[in-house]
Nanobody, 126 residues
Framework: HGQLVESGGGSVQAGESLRLSCDTS????????MGWFRQAPEKRREGVAT???????DYADSVKGRFTISKDNAKNTLYLQMNGLKPEDSAMYYC????????????????????WGQGTQVTVSS
């Protein structure tokens, strides 16, 4: 794992919101593609959202309209605002960075990213 640090996970009821944060102090260049991934037990890690200042945000279909990715450059922090949470959103959420902004989109496989955080757990109960 690299030096990305996530926070903000927790346990909530369906329909509630959470905001995840990721300290990106070591990855401040606009050339980085930043992303949020998640992995539920016994499932593959999947892309949730990506962001780059050139290409903008992109989302997996499963979270479009509910999640918002953003970056505060002054605070060197990447956010994932998650609204309308569902039980199927329960997973370990990871922040990741990719060296290049080219083709920065939520469909990129996890192997395309170079640096990872330790993850923060999100649990949504019905």
């Amino acid at each position: 794992h690299g030096q990305l640090v996530e926070s903000g996970g927790g346990s909530v009821q369906a329909g509630e919101s959470l905001r995840l944060s990721c300290d990106t102090s070591r990855y401040t260049s606009v050339s980085y593609c930043m992303g949020w991934f998640r992995q539920a037990p016994e499932k593959r890690r999947e892309g949730v959202a990506t962001f780059n200042s050139v290409s903008g945000p992109d989302y997996a279909d499963s979270v479009k309209g509910r999640f918002t990715i953003s970056k505060d450059n002054a605070k060197n922090t990447l956010y994932l605002q998650m609204n309308g949470l569902k039980p199927e959103d329960s997973a370990m959420y990871y922040c990741a960075a990719r060296h290049t902004w080219a083709a920065c989109n939520a469909g990129l496989p996890d192997g395309a990213f170079n640096y990872w955080g330790q993850g923060t757990q999100v649990t949504v109960s019905s």
